[in-house]
């Protein structure tokens, strides 16, 4: 069945994407230019924030593409975009679990790496749930 590949494909992509996210906050971390700009009086919060914001702009325009693919492709029984806003959190939640896994975790590739591996497992978890509630 198409439908099944199609949501297998998706729920991967959704598990894999948020793992970018870190890569700049750890590659910042690792040449030290955090250091450098709370040296130079950035705050902490603000720069997070920035970040946050900046990062969240990326995550809204994958959410509004993938419901109107979802739209296309999918049919549903109610109004489809009721998952923007699914969506648009889940990439902020992700975001933010990316910021702290990249907070403990050295170097980029190492934060990337774990990220997708907590993403993944988040996804057997659900895959599983989903498999044993149906």
């Known amino acids: 069945n198409i439908g099944v590949v199609y949501v297998i494909f998706f729920t991967l992509v959704q598990a894999i994407y948020p793992a970018a996210f ?7 971390k690792a040449r030290k230019v955090r250091a450098l ?4 009086g950035v705050r902490r919060g603000p ?3 920035a970040y946050g914001a900046f990062d969240f702009l990326f995550a809204l325009a994958i959410s ?4 109107a693919v979802i739209s296309t492709q999918l049919t549903w029984n109610g109004p489809i975009w009721v998952m923007l806003p699914i969506l648009a959190l ?3 939640a992700a975001i933010l679990l990316g ?6 975790v050295s170097g980029p590739l190492k934060s990337f790496i774990a990220m997708a ?7 057997a978890i659900a895959a599983i749930s ?3 509630s149906s």
Request: hydrophobic share 55%; glycine share 8%.
């Open 47 to 49: 720069l997070w924030v």
């Open 64 to 67: 509004v593409g993938v419901t």
């Open 37 to 40: 700009e709370y040296a130079n």
């Open 99 to 104: 910021y702290v896994i990249s907070h403990f």
């Open 130 to 132: 989903f498999a044993v």
């Open 22 to 28: 870190v890569l700049y906050p750890a590659i910042e």
């Open 90 to 92: 889940y990439g902020l």
């Open 117 to 123: 591996g907590v993403s993944a497992v988040m996804y």
